[in-house]
């Protein structure tokens, strides 16, 4: 540690030794400097460490950072390699990722948040499924085809709204597996 410190400058002051150690992907090195007073207070760290492709680095900063923001939270699920970190982003920002990913009608993430994470606040389940709502009918079409999970379908796919809209039966607004199933 010490000739790390060394060949990179000791003279820099603490919060430069922090930002060199995340942008050259040392996670000891930035989980000393940790523990030995400098506090992990930006997501501008995260985002840094993402560029270094040390996907343990990222999650160490995610989980002794600060909360991630929306902005940052958006960064980290455009990578394949840190979809994952959807986990620790709090709901509401995880809610305006859904709708962000609908809007540029990015599949991917958008099923990833649906089916691997979870929704627990009545605020979250309305802003979502309105959004699905408004979706253009070929994303409803790719939602009700792709989103299996029962529960998710549940508060996504208001089976109420679908019947007095008069747009399908409750049995034609289940995914098509659960038609099938009867479900």
């Known amino acids: 540690m010490v000739k790390w410190f060394h060949r990179n400058y000791f003279a820099f002051c603490d919060r430069e030794l922090l930002q060199l150690a995340v942008r050259s992907g040392h996670v000891y090195v930035t989980r000393w400097?940790?523990?030995?007073?400098?506090?992990?207070n930006t997501p501008e760290l995260v985002v840094a460490a993402v560029e270094t492709d040390n996907v343990t680095l990222v999650r160490w900063l995610i989980e002794?950072?600060?909360?991630?923001?929306?902005?940052?939270?958006?960064?980290?699920?455009?990578?394949d390699n840190y979809v994952e970190a959807m986990w620790w982003v709090p709901e509401p920002e995880r809610v305006q990722l859904v709708l962000e990913a609908m809007r540029n009608e990015n599949r991917n993430l958008l099923w990833w948040l649906l089916m691997r994470t979870r929704f627990e606040e009545k605020i979250s389940y309305?802003?979502?499924s309105g959004a699905i709502d408004e979706a253009a009918a070929s994303m409803r079409e790719w939602l009700l085809d792709n989103i299996d999970d029962d529960e998710v379908c549940r508060w996504c796919f208001s089976r109420k709204r679908a019947i007095s809209s008069g747009e399908a039966t409750s049995e034609e607004h289940l995914p098509p597996a659960k038609r099938a199933r009867g479900d």
């Open 33 to 40: 400097r940790s523990d030995h007073g400098y506090e992990i």
């Open 64 to 79: 002794n950072g600060p909360t991630l923001d929306v902005s940052t939270a958006a960064i980290l699920a455009r990578k």
């Open 126 to 128: 309305i802003a979502i």
